[in-house]
């Protein structure tokens, strides 16, 4: 059948019109299209090796290679998901200080999809409350919040140079602004956009201020082991729950263990007691089985594997701190290609930052200088993957941002 390019007269599908491409998921195409051989792709948040290659972690292929030999059938899951995912998650997640039977444990699809499982939640519970999010915060939380019809409204986060934390903006604005019984999301580490994370003593001031207002916290658990190590990264999470008995934690693992296209992240219901676990669990599940029924498998399948075995769990965590020093090398390497630049510009405080992410400082229109001029792709706000750098071709990354700014 022959497809006209004209809307067809009385159709209800003429009255839609395109979306806007994704602000950064957009660029991803964009620069999937420049035939460029020297370009450069600093947009979006994924971890990339010295051959540019976003690699399948070695004890992913070893779990894989055990899964193929043991795994006996691809029924549906569960609509919470692994039952032997779920357990780990929770251990991995929250340690000794969280029991089982505080916290209820729902597999999601990557943490965008528990993300909005949470905002699902609170929507049908709490009577569409407002959302409190730092400014600035990741581009598809107010998306999500969106679709969940949650209003969101801002707190301050990060200081007027954008390199490092307004702790008293962001204090006063949660105990000045926001409303008992309302919501705030909280990056535990490694935020994006800006890499700069309160520390020890400031996540102590946070929970308590967020504790005294009476505030419900989601807490964006995205990065886990990218920042200071596994155990250093909760500092934060450890910090709210040692003050606030209820919480909803929204976890990924498509960082620490390199399972982007498997989808895997789970929702973490902290409540007081079991009865209300049991309650809120079978909201979340009621959720999950009019969205998507229930989860996929074989991504959830390799994190259980893994952190079921010994020596394979020995081998994630070298593995994740060969990334998490190796970014923090990249870094390194920026500052030091920038200062040996003719550019007037210190990039030192890209060394006190967590994770993947930076504000690089440049206008929208030195953004859209590299692009077009140097094909080096980088979100509008300025913000770079630092994973997405490449040591082999560092200097001339840093002579074509020192001649666009």
Same mark, same amino acid.
Request: aromatic share 6%; charged share 20%.
């Given at each position: 059948?022959?497809?006209?390019?004209?809307?067809?007269?009385?159709?209800?599908?003429?009255?839609?019109?395109?979306?806007?491409?994704?602000?950064?998921?957009? =660029?991803?195409?964009?620069?999937?299209?420049? *035939?460029?051989? %020297? +370009?450069?792709?600093?947009?979006?948040? /994924?971890?990339?090796? &010295?051959?540019?290659?976003?690699?399948?972690?070695?004890?992913?292929?070893?779990?894989?290679?055990?899964?193929?030999?043991?795994?006996?059938?691809?029924?549906?899951?569960?609509?919470?998901?692994?039952?032997?995912?779920?357990?780990?998650?929770?251990?991995?997640?929250?340690?000794?200080?969280?029991?089982?039977?505080?916290?209820?444990?729902?597999?999601?699809?990557?943490?965008?999809?528990?993300?909005?499982?949470?905002?699902?939640?609170?929507?049908?519970?709490?009577?569409?409350?407002?959302?409190?999010?730092?400014?600035?915060?990741?581009?598809?939380?107010?998306?999500?919040?969106?679709?969940?019809?949650?209003?969101?409204?801002?707190?301050?986060?990060?200081?007027?140079?954008?390199?490092? =934390?307004?702790?008293?903006?962001?204090?006063? *604005?949660?105990? %000045? +602004?926001?409303?008992?019984?309302?919501? /705030?999301?909280?990056? &535990?580490?490694?935020?994006?956009?800006?890499?700069?994370?309160?520390?020890?003593?400031?996540?102590?001031?946070?929970?308590?201020?967020?504790?005294?207002?009476?505030?419900?916290?989601?807490?964006?658990?995205?990065?886990?082991?990218?920042?200071?190590?596994?155990?250093?990264?909760?500092?934060?999470?450890?910090?709210?729950?040692?003050?606030?008995?209820?919480?909803?934690?929204?976890?990924?693992?498509?960082?620490?263990?390199?399972?982007?296209?498997?989808?895997?992240?789970?929702?973490?219901?902290?409540?007081?007691?079991?009865?209300?676990?049991?309650?809120?669990?079978?909201?979340?599940?009621?959720?999950?089985?009019?969205?998507?029924?229930?989860?996929?498998?074989?991504?959830?399948?390799?994190?259980?594997?893994?952190?079921?075995?010994?020596?394979?769990?020995?081998?994630?965590?070298?593995?994740?701190?060969?990334?998490?020093?190796?970014?923090?090398?990249?870094?390194?390497?920026?500052?030091?290609?920038?200062?040996?630049?003719?550019?007037?510009?210190?990039?030192?405080?890209?060394?006190?930052?967590?994770?993947?992410?930076?504000?690089?400082?440049?206008?929208?229109?030195?953004?859209?200088?590299?692009?077009?001029?140097?094909?080096?792709?980088?979100?509008?706000?300025?913000?770079?993957?630092?994973?997405?750098?490449?040591?082999?071709?560092?200097?001339?990354?840093?002579?074509?941002?020192?001649?666009?700014?």
């Amino acid at each position: 059948m022959a497809v006209s390019s004209q809307p067809v007269a009385g159709s209800l599908l003429a009255a839609v019109s395109p979306a806007p491409p994704d602000a950064i998921l957009g =660029l991803t195409e964009a620069f999937n299209g420049d *035939d460029r051989r %020297d +370009k450069m792709n600093l947009s979006v948040g /994924v971890y990339k090796d &010295a051959d540019g290659i976003t690699p399948v972690m070695r004890c992913v292929k070893d779990a894989e290679q055990i899964l193929v030999e043991t795994e006996k059938t691809k029924g549906y899951l569960s609509i919470d998901g692994l039952p032997d995912y779920r357990d780990q998650v929770r251990r991995l997640v929250f340690g000794r200080d969280v029991t089982a039977d505080q916290v209820a444990i729902v597999q999601a699809p990557g943490g965008t999809g528990a993300l909005r499982i949470a905002a699902d939640f609170i929507g049908s519970q709490f009577g569409s409350p407002r959302v409190w999010l730092p400014s600035p915060t990741w581009a598809n939380h107010n998306a999500i919040l969106s679709a969940a019809r949650l209003p969101a409204e801002t707190y301050r986060y990060l200081s007027g140079d954008r390199t490092s =934390l307004d702790l008293t903006g962001m204090l006063e *604005d949660l105990t %000045d +602004k926001a409303k008992p019984g309302e919501i /705030v999301l909280l990056h &535990a580490c490694c935020h994006n956009p800006s890499g700069v994370d309160p520390d020890a003593d400031q996540w102590k001031q946070i929970a308590e201020a967020i504790a005294a207002a009476k505030l419900f916290p989601i807490i964006d658990y995205a990065y886990q082991g990218f920042g200071d190590g596994l155990d250093q990264d909760s500092v934060g999470l450890k910090a709210l729950l040692s003050v606030i008995p209820e919480a909803i934690v929204c976890s990924s693992y498509s960082k620490n263990f390199g399972l982007y296209s498997e989808r895997v992240g789970a929702v973490g219901l902290v409540a007081a007691d079991a009865t209300t676990v049991a309650a809120s669990l079978s909201q979340l599940k009621t959720i999950v089985r009019s969205n998507y029924s229930n989860p996929p498998r074989h991504g959830a399948a390799i994190v259980a594997t893994v952190l079921g075995d010994e020596a394979l769990t020995r081998s994630w965590k070298k593995e994740l701190m060969e990334m998490r020093l190796r970014i923090h090398r990249l870094r390194e390497l920026f500052v030091e290609g920038m200062k040996a630049t003719t550019a007037d510009r210190d990039y030192s405080f890209l060394l006190s930052q967590k994770g993947m992410f930076s504000f690089s400082g440049l206008t929208p229109m030195q953004v859209d200088q590299l692009r077009t001029e140097h094909g080096i792709y980088i979100v509008g706000s300025g913000r770079i993957n630092v994973a997405g750098m490449n040591e082999n071709r560092m200097d001339w990354l840093c002579e074509k941002i020192a001649a666009v700014l």
